[in-house]
């Protein structure tokens, strides 16, 4: 999952105990660390723009885990993406202008934030 996915799963799920307990309710230590950490590093705030980022790149031949890699690393060119995620690396998968659009595509969704 990505840190987009993992601060919305988590704030949900924050809110529906609120609602169901009354009130403000002191969620478990782990799940607490885990929203501060989803919201700390997460670059993209709006939820709307996660889930179209997301939705976007899944068309571009991508699995999921690299979507979420390259989501949550941002790496700079290709050749980083490359190196932080190695099943981009093999000779079949995107070209150097098609993995770059990707790295183009997140970059202006995390700007928009």
Same mark, same amino acid.
């Given at each position: 999952m990505s840190l987009p996915e993992v601060r919305a799963l988590l704030d949900a799920r924050r809110r529906e105990?609120?609602?169901?307990?009354?009130?403000a309710a002191a969620a478990p230590p782990l799940v607490a660390k885990a929203l501060a950490y989803a919201e700390r590093f997460d670059a993209i705030r709006s939820s709307v723009r996660a889930d179209q980022l997301l939705t976007g790149l899944q068309g571009r031949g991508l699995t999921h885990v690299e979507i979420a890699s390259l989501?949550?690393?941002a790496p700079a060119t290709p050749d980083e993406a490359r190196a932080l995620v190695g099943t981009? &690396?093999?000779p079949d998968r995107l070209t150097e202008g098609e993995l770059q659009a990707v790295l183009d595509?997140? &970059?202006t969704y995390k700007a928009l934030d």
């Open positions: 105990r609120e609602a169901a307990e009354g009130g989501v949550d690393l981009l &690396a093999a595509e997140i &970059a």
